[in-house]
């Protein structure tokens, strides 16, 4: 069974520091991972796709990284803003349970400080 | 609209009654999804839809029903609500198979 994970489940960082959210999962047999930030009370919003057969994707001040060998992906936000404050999900499509099984992590809750 | 949305936002409804969410997207994708979210579980896949007529199983489809008989809709019906389907319900779609999910607004529902 795919298991997500994101460490931390909270962080608290100051205006204008670059930072890197993580995620993790136990089986590299995946089609894509996905990047979601959700609102408080809000639906999910994508930020970044990554295909099986790619290392990375930049957005805007977003960079995400993926290394499927060993099961790790990181989303970096460089100069970070107030506004970038919102829990950070990362959903991984596919592995041993089938093509259009996605799996959640549970998410990084980010505050940016003024 | 453009876009995905849900209907209602808000539902409140009692034990052993029917209940049907709505799901609406303008962008003609292939794939749609229906997910929970659930504190201390995450978002979990109940059902997907490849296409009109083609509706598969998720991780947690148990009490739930779906139907698409048309591309841009997709029903999720819960044919005798519990309690434990308390949760946020949340829509998606995606043009095709490899390609990003979009999200709709939610629908908070509470079974009492």
């Known amino acids: 069974k795919q298991e997500v994970t994101q460490i931390p489940a909270a962080l608290s960082v100051p205006e204008g520091e670059n930072l890197v959210l993580n995620c993790s999962f136990t089986?590299?047999?995946?089609?894509?991972l996905q990047w979601f930030r959700q609102d408080p009370g809000k639906g999910l919003t994508s930020l970044l796709l990554?295909?099986?057969?790619?290392r990375e994707q930049t957005s805007g001040r977003l960079n995400a990284s993926l290394d499927k060998s060993s099961g790790r992906s990181t989303l970096y936000i460089a100069a970070s803003q107030p506004g970038d404050s919102a829990t950070y999900l990362c959903?991984?499509?596919?592995?041993?349970?089938?093509?259009?099984?996605?799996?959640f992590g549970t998410g990084t809750k980010l505050q940016v400080i003024p | 609209d453009a876009g995905i949305t849900q209907s209602p936002r808000y539902k409140i409804t009692e034990t052993g009654r029917q209940v049907t969410l709505m799901c609406h997207q303008t962008w003609s994708h292939s794939y749609m999804f229906w997910y929970r979210q659930d504190l201390g579980h995450g978002l979990r896949l109940i059902y997907y839809?490849?296409?009109?007529?083609?509706?598969d199983k998720g991780e947690v489809p148990d009490g739930y029903v779906v139907s698409r008989s048309k591309t841009e809709n997709f029903p999720l019906t819960l044919e005798s609500a519990t309690r434990s389907q308390t949760s946020v319900y949340f829509c998606?779609?995606?043009?095709?198979?490899?390609?990003?999910?979009?999200f709709g607004p939610g629908t908070r529902l509470t079974v009492t």
């Open positions: 998606a779609s995606s043009l095709d198979r490899d390609y990003e999910q979009y």
């Open positions: 839809s490849a296409a009109a007529d083609i509706t």
């Open positions: 990554i295909q099986s057969s790619q």
């Open positions: 089986d590299s047999a995946i089609y894509n």
């Open positions: 959903a991984v499509k596919g592995g041993s349970g089938g093509y259009q099984k996605v799996t």
